[in-house]
């Protein structure tokens, strides 16, 4: 019963990015690009890793999709023919490109085929049953606390390069700025 | 096996049906309460003391002509007053009415699902609830519009944050995601709101903004830009927006009283009972909110959020943790003295920026 | 419930990572090329999760803490994934805000400034 | 204890971080106090371990405070810790009770300089330096300190850099010490090569068992580190940096020559003493060194007319007389005279410096004169500081230097004690020298200069008063002829016992009787008497006598008023040569064939760039297509191989 849910929902995320990276409209993009990253949740669901679910709703669907619609919106406001491009596909370029595509998704899911194809991950140990406990566990305790810090140095450094980048000289945007962290 | 799924559907539309039955009451109550703080007498044609008016501005609603702007952006159009409903309704998923009880030999807990990531679903949905407002301001394809839906997302973004921080205290305490967790914690120990005051406010101003209600519903304020962005919409679609609000109102209160009220928690009447009770204190919290205070200016409003709001909520969080390391059991006196050191603490700093602002004029 | 053989993880997290590089490919437009990145970042993500399922258990096998801090590798790592994309989003955006207003333009081909 | 011994070395730093961070912001009052509390409350530290280490038994009077493995490489472990002997807790205690008076009289000498806080800092820094290399639980420690030490000193005698001269001392003094630490080092990295560690305990346990005595190793290594100690304490044939040190300010010529810097190669010797014991070779040449310098020093010390250079020569001679006395094995002595030296040479500095502070910086004793009855307490303590460096009995000096040429009588070299005799004759003469030149006869001081002399203020008189009392009574601590009158010794004696033991094993020491002693120290007293007469004489009742001789043998003169010319000489030996074979390097090597290749590495780069450049078409997505392309290679190899 997982297997065919996860089955449907992956034909139905590949179909949607696929879409998303056809349009033209780039709104539509950001639109169908949301509805990946949240139906992602689906597998992380499935794979007992609901806290990532969770994230990865809040961060991806709720927060940088979120931006990306923001500006698109914004950008869009200022000249909407700026922001819809033409999909002149050069015929070389685009068959160049598709190949490399095809060729990477065969190489990285060949092996999947062969080597995990059959065998059946088993679930959790109940250690890890409580997903959440044992995520902050392993999060917190030791190993992970400088790369954690170094994360956070790394948003605080943006959240800086952003401001610094976007405030125009007459500091009227205050709302793109405090939008963008 | 049937039966579970038969109980799941009867739960599903009893929730719906809770939710749509909620917004008309609270149009009703809160037209009646305005009504009052303002000294009129509100609706009394329709019905006995007006009661059938939402229904009838609900036809009227329905009835309307659905009309659609010449050159908007169709589907987005559509699209938006879903989206916005979607999160507002999926919230009640997660919120625990009441405490289990035994139907034809089933124990059945009176909620739809019971997540250990409860707290994170609600986050996320709520963090959903900005797309209906930007697509609908963007799609309308019209001046007004747009800016509403902006500013709606920036305060959306912007809120988004301290609403989340300020979940972190009771979750440190109850050390558990899940609602009907945290609401059984609360009944072996005390309510969050004891323990967590500041939170709680801190968390009731952010749903308010949350919500786009007065006074911080700036993405809709008539004085500035006619209706914000749901201007162009009419008919039906308005009428979808207008449920979304209410139903995100209801929802967000369940939460706050999940989380902070103790949930069903309570003596004497059964639990629902007093679910609802806690959830309409908290619902007339927000009308009285609106009938008192005026929109706040839009910088000002921003600067709430970063400025004040943000810092508060990670003090209480940092405080809360510190007690929470402390050697000593942590006892609830400790950890809201703790929060009331952060509220001291803020009202110090206040007072001192005002002092030094005086000083500053003063030299001139 | 039945675990989903890990196979299937991988698969999707190929296609997806490969429509990404796509995207990145055949796309000119700024924003569409970022979000297609952030695909690929997905993907990534996706292959983590499952990866940690599929060793988790048999690091668990050997117990202990550290035997829960290497069944938990693969989720921990999405979480800095989420946080980078989070602050690569953020400067990314800003950029290419930036570069709007001073070119009109999101398409990269006429950014060519780096052209020798 | 522990904790307490720390505090040595800690407070001089935590002053130096305070004065050094903030010290302009201070404002000097505050500078000045803190700099002194600083060494005020190391010397309080060094003396309560000194009370520790009295109450202890002899032989455990040798705590080790261990601290942190300061570099940990492989096999070697180099530990931080602090050596807690009497040997160290003596010299802690001179460094830091010296080095207090000092301070405190900086305070007045330095109140009119802007650097106020700069000097300060690194007289700090100096001390706590000198306080690590005394206090060190191993050589590398030991050698941190020794460079420190040669730091400071740079950074102290160049204090006045904008003076062309005083920066060229300040590099004399770095590079001539350069020069000894080539040896000492070398010395050091021996002595790892043979024990594999650096820690005392290490090596002075196991030197009895892995070295022979007199064996080669032994004498290589205590050679090589003595190279070191000439350079530091200004001995033959590296003394020549200390005469020019006089440039820095006066207190810190003192510190120098008292405290800090000179005395470090003594007490080096004196720590490696059961080495040196296991080495006769080196210590015969440690004691000829010496005793050359002693006469050496004296000897130009005689004639020369600066008043603070006459005094850094006597000091060179002190030194000499030090290392004599480790020379004969007799380091319990020549601490002793260390510490001796450390009173009355840091008092006479400091009357040095009061001198000058009123003469508006004249240093030229041919242009003083008349100042006893302008400056009474300054002079009072420079006569007693001059009659104790004469060894006149009962003055601290007289203790030292009289077991010192006693034991270079016993040691059965009557040379020794012939030489040694003589140098405290011609001190004697020319420290009183300076006494009558200075202080007596009629004024020879500038007219406009003349209303301006005055006396220092107090809290400059006030350490010299200090510095007198010690001198005076310094000395008791061990006085020669007394039977059980050498308190000093037996303190030291568990530091020096095994190095003693080995000596006696070797030399069976001949005892002679207390009354051929007396005699000796009677001639000695007599000699050092005849001195100052000499110069009472020469000075005071014939003042023609001295220009007369002078006139009488113009060439010898010359040549001692020029320093025998050592100067020069070293000058066309070593250092044009090294200058011309650094011109021809910088113009042959460096120019044409490093530069060369640096260049045209450059060169051949960026013509590769100008090539390499079309490839980049400017178009993100072509590199974008690149990348895929090199990500699907990758994959490829991975897979099919």
């Known amino acids: ?181 | 096996m049937l039966v579970q799924i038969l109980i799941l559907a009867i739960k599903i539309v009893c929730v719906l049906l809770f939710v749509m039955g909620m917004v008309p009451v609270l149009i009703y109550i809160e037209r009646k309460l305005i009504a009052d703080f303002q000294q009129r007498l509100g609706p009394h044609r329709v019905g006995p003391w007006g009661v059938l008016q939402p229904i009838a501005d609900g036809l009227k609603l329905f009835l309307k002509e659905d009309i659609m702007p010449a050159n908007a952006n169709k589907l987005v159009y559509v699209l938006a007053p879903i989206a916005s409903m979607a999160p507002a309704i999926m919230m009640f998923a997660v919120i625990p009415f009441g405490e289990p009880v035994d139907v034809l030999g089933h124990r059945v807990g009176l909620w739809l699902a019971d997540l250990n990531i409860g707290l994170l679903y609600v986050l996320a949905l709520s963090s959903l609830g900005v797309y209906g407002i930007i697509l609908g301001g963007w799609s309308s394809n019209s001046k007004y519009p747009l800016l509403g839906s902006m500013r709606s997302a920036a305060q959306m973004v912007s809120y988004e944050l301290p609403l989340a921080v300020t979940l972190l205290g009771p979750l440190l305490l109850a050390g558990t995601l899940s609602m009907v967790g945290l609401v059984e914690w609360q009944m072996s120990n005390h309510w969050l709101v004891l323990m967590q005051p500041v939170a709680f406010v801190l968390f009731m101003l952010c749903a308010v903004a949350e919500t786009n209600r007065a006074p911080f519903d700036l993405p809709e304020a008539e004085s500035e830009l006619v209706a914000g962005f749901h201007t162009e919409y009419s008919g039906f679609k308005f009428a979808m927006f207008f449920m979304a609000e209410y139903a995100a109102i209801v929802s967000i209160c369940a939460v706050a009283v999940t989380v902070f009220l103790g949930g069903w928690s309570g003596p004497v009447l059964p639990p629902i009972m007093w679910f609802l009770i806690k959830l309409f204190a908290l619902i007339f919290i927000f009308m009285w909110l609106r009938a008192t205070f005026p929109r706040l200016r839009y910088d000002h409003f921003m600067q709430l959020a970063w400025l004040r709001l943000l810092p508060l909520a990670l003090a209480s969080v940092f405080l809360t943790a510190l007690v929470l390391c402390l050697p000593v059991p942590e006892s609830p006196a400790l950890v809201a003295a703790a929060n009331a050191g952060v509220i001291a603490a803020v009202l110090l700093f206040e007072l001192l920026m005002r002092a030094r602002r005086r000083l500053v004029q003063e030299k001139g | 419930m039945a675990a989903i053989p890990t196979s299937h993880y991988i698969m999707l997290s190929a296609a997806l990572f490969a429509v990404g590089v796509l995207g990145v490919l055949i796309r000119r437009n700024a924003i569409v090329i970022f979000l297609a990145i952030e695909l690929m970042l997905n993907a990534v993500n996706l292959a983590f999760v499952a990866m940690a399922r599929h060793m988790g258990p048999v690091a668990t096998k050997m117990g202990g803490a550290t035997g829960l801090v290497d069944a938990m590798q693969g989720q921990v790592f999405v979480i800095f994934v989420l946080a980078v994309a989070g602050a690569e989003v953020a400067v990314g955006l800003a950029i290419i805000v930036a570069l709007f207003r001073h070119k009109r333009t999101l398409d990269v081909d006429e950014v060519n400034l780096m052209k020798w | 204890m522990e904790r307490v011994a720390w505090l040595i070395i800690l407070a001089p730093l935590a002053g130096v971080l305070l004065n050094g961070l903030l010290g302009r912001r201070l404002g000097k009052r505050l500078v000045g106090v803190i700099a002194c509390s600083a060494i005020f409350v190391a010397f309080i530290a060094a003396a309560l371990c000194f009370r520790h280490l009295v109450q202890l038994d002899a032989d455990e009077r040798a705590l080790h405070v261990p601290g942190f493995v300061w570099l940990p490489v492989g096999a070697l472990q180099v530990s931080f810790g602090i050596l807690l002997d009497p040997l160290s807790v003596v010299m802690a205690l001179v460094v830091t009770g010296v080095g207090l008076l000092i301070h405190i009289y900086s305070i007045g000498y330095m109140a009119h300089d802007e650097n106020y806080s700069r000097y300060f800092t690194w007289l700090n820094l100096f001390t706590a330096s000198m306080l690590l290399l005394v206090l060190a639980d191993s050589f590398l420690v030991l050698f941190v300190g020794w460079e420190l030490v040669a730091l400071c000193s740079y950074l102290l005698i160049g204090f006045w850099f904008e003076r062309k001269s005083a920066a060229a001392a300040g590099n004399k003094a770095f590079m001539v010490n350069r020069v000894g630490d080539v040896g000492f080092l070398v010395g050091l990295l021996l002595i790892f090569a043979t024990f594999g560690t650096f820690d005392y305990s290490g090596v002075f346990a196991s030197a009895g068992a892995k070295l022979q005595v007199g064996g080669p190793i032994v004498t290589a290594i205590t050679l090589l580190l003595f190279i070191g100690a000439t350079g530091k304490s200004a001995q033959i044939p590296l003394y020549v940096w200390l005469p020019d040190a006089m440039e820095g300010p006066t207190p810190v010529s003192a510190l120098i020559h008292a405290a800090t810097m000179v005395t470090a190669g003594v007490y080096m010797v004196a720590r490696c003493s059961i080495l040196y014991a296991m080495a006769p070779v080196s210590m015969t040449v440690v004691a000829y060194v010496g005793a050359a310098t002693a006469l050496f020093a004296a000897s130009i010390g005689l004639v020369q007319n600066d008043i603070k250079r006459v005094l850094a020569y006597s000091t060179i001679s002190q030194i000499g007389y030090m290392f004599l006395a480790c020379g004969v094995g007799a380091f319990a002595v020549g601490i002793f005279h260390l510490m001796t030296h450390a009173f009355f040479k840091a008092l006479l500095f400091l009357c040095a410096g009061s001198v000058i502070h009123s003469l508006h910086d004249e240093m030229d004793i041919r242009r003083m004169g008349g100042l006893r009855s302008r400056m009474p307490v300054t002079y009072g303590t420079f006569v007693i500081g001059s009659l104790a460096i004469s060894g006149i009995i009962p003055l601290a000096g007289f203790c030292s230097k009289d077991q010192i040429l006693w034991h270079a009588l016993a040691d059965g070299n009557a040379a020794y004690w012939a030489v040694a005799a003589l140098a405290a004759g011609m001190t004697a003469f020319y420290m009183f020298r300076l006494v009558f030149k200075t202080f007596w006869g009629e004024s020879r001081v500038d007219r406009d200069l003349e209303p301006h002399v005055h006396e220092s203020p107090s809290v400059m008189t006030l350490p010299l008063v200090g510095l007198a009392i010690l001198s005076v009574i310094g000395g008791w601590v061990s006085f020669p002829l007394v039977a059980r009158g050498d308190f000093f010794g037996h303190f030291l004696d568990p530091t020096f016992a095994p190095a003693l033991a080995i000596i006696q094993g070797e030399v069976a020491a001949e005892h002679v009787g207390l009354a051929k002693e007396l005699v000796m120290s009677l001639i000695a007293l007599g000699i050092a008497a005849s001195g100052i007469v000499l110069a009472y004489l020469a000075y005071v009742r014939e003042p023609g006598v001295a220009a007369g001789f002078a006139r009488g043998l113009p060439r010898l003169y010359r040549l001692v008023l020029d320093k025998y010319r050592v100067d020069e000489t070293y000058a066309r030996l070593f250092v044009q040569p090294g200058h011309a074979a650094a011109q021809g390097l910088w113009r042959g090597l460096d120019v044409s064939i490093i530069d060369g290749a640096v260049n045209g590495v450059a060169w051949i780069v960026g013509r590769m760039a100008d090539g390499l450049r079309l490839l980049h078409t400017g178009y993100v997505r072509s590199y974008a297509l690149a990348m895929a392309m090199g990500v699907v290679a990758i994959l490829l190899y991975m897979l099919y191989s």
């Open chain 1, 1 to 181: 019963m997982a297997v065919w849910l996860f089955d449907a929902a992956a034909v139905v995320l590949v179909a949607c990015a696929i879409a998303a990276i056809v349009q033209r409209n780039p709104l539509y993009t950001a639109l169908l690009m949301g509805v990946v990253f949240a139906g992602l949740a689906i597998p992380f669901v499935l794979c007992q890793a609901e806290l990532l679910a969770a994230l990865q709703v809040i961060v991806y669907a709720g927060a940088i999709v979120v931006l990306f619609v923001i500006v698109i919106t914004m950008l869009g406001s200022e000249s909407r023919e700026a922001l819809e491009e033409q999909l002149s596909i050069r015929p070389a370029g685009t068959l160049c490109a598709l190949v490399v595509g095809i060729l990477l998704a065969a190489l990285l899911a060949g092996p999947a085929v062969w080597v995990w194809g059959s065998q059946r991950a088993e679930s959790w140990p109940t250690l890890l049953s409580r997903n959440t406990e044992a995520f902050s566990a392993a999060l917190f305790t030791g190993r992970y606390i400088v790369p954690v810090e170094m994360a956070s140095l790394i948003l605080l450094a943006a959240m800086v390069a952003v401001v610094v980048m976007i405030v125009r000289p007459p500091p009227g945007s205050n709302e793109k700025t405090t939008t963008k962290q």
